[in-house]
């Protein structure tokens, strides 16, 4: 068996619509929530900036945390945490990043998201996330470790 892999995500909103990005992988496509893994002494907002920067060029702001979920193999071969935090993009121009996997990154209607193959399947929990965002904070209580 792996390790536990952490991959932290974000939900941006504009206009009723929230970022996602496209994958491509073995002639199949998906969609995600933008973010990636956590490295090795990095905090889960430093990893949701560098991620949303490398996939979509956008500088983010994080806020509160939207939910947590896991995603584990049926014959316990993977297991990724996803932590995701609702967020504001407040600088770059939105472009797809250059990873091999990328195909593309855009703002989708909270109303198709149902209707999209997402990865894991969190339409819902995002709808959801959205529409409570104001009602629900979660904490995260950041970097704990004491030196």
Not at 97 to 113: F, H, N, P
Request: glycine share 8%.
């Amino acid at each position: 068996m792996s390790g536990v892999r952490v991959r932290v995500a974000v939900i941006i909103c504009r206009n009723n619509q929230v970022l996602l990005v496209e994958h491509q992988k073995a002639g199949k496509k998906y969609w995600l929530l933008p973010g990636g893994g956590v490295e090795f002494g990095e905090s889960l907002v430093d990893c949701a900036k560098r991620e949303l920067k490398e996939e979509t060029n956008l500088e983010i702001e994080p806020g509160s945390l939207a939910f947590v979920a896991d995603s584990i193999a049926p014959d316990n071969s993977r297991h990724v945490v996803h932590i995701v935090f609702h967020a504001k993009a407040v600088g770059g121009d939105l472009k797809v990043g250059s990873e091999e996997r990328l195909y593309t990154a855009q703002y989708v209607d909270i109303a198709k998201l149902e209707e999209l193959t997402m990865y894991p399947p969190l339409a819902a929990d995002i709808v959801k996330a959205v529409q409570n965002e104001g009602n629900y904070h979660p904490d995260y209580l950041g970097e704990m470790w004491i030196p």
